[in-house]
Antibody, heavy 118, light 113 residues
Framework: QVQMVQSGAEVKKPGASVKVSCKAS????????IGWLRQAPGQGLEWMGW????????NYAQKLQGRVTMTTDSSTSTAYMELRSLRSDDTAVYYC???????????WGQGTLVTVSS | DIVMTQSPDSLAVSLGARATINCKSS????????????LAWYQQKPGQPPKLLIY???ARESGVPDRFSGSGSGTDFTLTISSLQAEDVAVYYC?????????FGLGTRVEIK
């Protein structure tokens, strides 16, 4: 079955960077893009951006431009999301999800809690 | 950005009764060239990631029980649970994929009365 498995929880200090991985299985990796989303504690869902696994094209949320980089490694069917210059309000559960081009998200990874605290 | 407004924020429904969740977009998400509404619905249970229920506003994802249905067009949409079951307790989100940034409603919490 289609599965997205993410890396484990992270604790970072303000100003640091975090890189979350997302390994896909059960489908042809380059046939779908990968979306990244986050959910702050007790809050709703925020779209961070999307990457084409076919050609690496990206579309980032404007508020994260300059701080986020999304990449993929098709040899291992893994996507990565790096967020730099972390702030306390970046504390959230980060999700990857399979997605077409600006499409719906299905399925989602299990989530990676990133805590930013001094 | 397209703002998605859900109502109510929460609702309590008796087992077996109907639950109705509304979602309104700040601009139309109907793409006239293909007559499709770029609107999805998700269910999120505590401690779990969201699960896709509905896409194209009314197409049920494979494996989703037929008590879940989506309707609406343009700017006004509805998710209906025809006969609420205990396992349907969750937060439900609508999402537009008409334009980036993709945006979600704030969610509607469904509980058992």
């Amino acid at each position: 079955q289609v599965q997205m498995v993410q890396s484990g929880a992270e604790v970072k200090k303000p100003g640091a960077s975090v890189k979350v991985s997302c390994k896909a299985s059960g489908y042809s990796f380059t046939s779908y893009g990968i979306g990244w989303l986050r959910q702050a504690p007790g809050q709703g869902l925020e779209w961070m951006g999307w990457i084409s696994t076919y050609n690496g094209n990206t579309n980032y949320a404007q508020k994260l431009q300059g701080r986020v980089t999304m990449t993929t490694d098709s040899s291992t069917s893994t996507a990565y999301m790096e967020l730099r210059s972390l702030r306390s309000d970046d504390t959230a559960v980060y999700y990857c999800a399979r997605s077409g081009n600006a499409n719906w998200f299905d399925p989602w990874g299990q989530g990676t809690l990133v805590t930013v605290s001094s | 950005d397209i703002v998605m407004t859900q109502s109510p924020d929460s609702l309590a429904v008796s087992l077996g009764a109907r639950a109705t969740i509304n979602c309104k977009s700040s601009q139309s998400v109907l793409y006239t060239s293909n007559n499709k509404n770029y609107l999805a619905w998700y269910q999120q249970k505590p401690g779990q990631p969201p699960k896709l229920l509905i896409y194209w506003a009314s197409a049920r994802e494979s494996g989703v029980p037929d008590r879940f249905s989506g309707s609406g067009s343009g700017t006004d949409f509805t998710l209906t649970i025809s006969s609420l079951q205990a396992e349907d307790v969750a937060v439900y989100y609508c999402q537009q994929y008409y334009s980036t940034p993709l945006t979600f409603g704030l969610g509607t919490r469904v509980e058992i009365k």
